[in-house]
């Protein structure tokens, strides 16, 4: 289901998770700078007979992901989550600490959906919305994803390109449904048990997520919480501001 591949070998461990619709493919043209510091494991959807999302929980699903993960990754690493990834991320480093150096997501809201007392995310109307769509036109609702997350973006073209070429095309409509639904779960807690550095990054101009609000949110969440914006970055900081954020990423790991 998550296939983790090695790309070079000398630097310190480095294990980045892609997100929802796309997979590592996303982080290539960024691949020969990443491997100037770090030894990177990137991870790639993949169709697998079996799936470990058939008639599971969310909960189960997600322990399935962890322990699929930690059998592919190093015993030490640091570790970068996009969104979706960023999820997986803070679930690995909350229930294996001694295997996070450090944590870094980037996008990624600790509770996706609207709750009474967190109101930085999508409405739970809209999220069923998107949910029924992809499950009944899988294509064109990826379409409208991408156009979404390349919104904000000076070179919209480019990161829409991107997205294209990076689409989690090895897996069924069904597990990226299955993957989607795990958006649901609610990692707020997560958050406040893990004792690993964690920094969390976004862009200001995410079509997606309300920024300056996830930021106040996420401060409430305790001090151990670090947080990095970056200005005229939509979805995917780590493109539209590829130098000051992998200058962050240097400082922030080595």
């Known amino acids: 289901m998550l296939r983790i591949e090695k790309h070079g070998g000398g630097g310190p ?15 290539h043209t960024l691949l020969p700078r990443l491997l100037e510091n770090f030894t990177v494991h990137l991870g790639y959807w993949y ?6 999302f058939s008639e599971c929980s969310r909960l189960e699903r997600l322990s399935g992901l962890r322990e699929v993960i930690g059998q592919q990754v190093p015993q030490k690493a640091h570790w970068v989550g996009w969104s979706l990834g960023g999820l997986l991320a803070v679930d690995f480093a909350d229930h294996y600490p001694d295997r996070c150096l450090s944590l870094m997501t980037l996008t990624f809201n600790p509770c996706f959906m609207q709750q009474a007392d967190w109101s930085s995310a999508m ?9 029924q769509e992809f499950s009944d036109a899988p294509e064109d609702t990826l379409q409208r994803f991408r156009a979404l997350q390349a919104l904000g973006a000076r070179d919209r073209r480019s990161i829409l390109n991107a997205l294209q070429r990076s689409a989690a095309t090895q897996i069924t409509h069904e597990d990226q449904l299955s993957l989607l639904d795990l958006l649901r779960l609610d990692m707020r807690s997560a958050i406040t048990r893990i004792t690993v550095p964690q920094l969390h990054c976004y862009g200001e101009q995410d079509a997606l997520m309300p920024t300056l609000q996830m930021v106040q949110s996420l401060r409430a969440l305790g001090e151990q919480v670090q947080l990095k914006t970056y200005a005229d970055a939509s979805h995917l900081p780590f493109l539209t501001q590829s130098d000051p954020w992998l200058h962050d990423l240097r400082r922030w790991c080595l």
């Open 13 to 27: 461990d480095l294990v980045i998770l892609p997100g929802w619709g796309s997979d590592g493919h996303i982080f």
């Open 47 to 52: 169709k697998q007979q079996g799936s470990i």
């Open 123 to 131: 409405s739970c109307a809209l999220f069923n919305q998107f949910t």
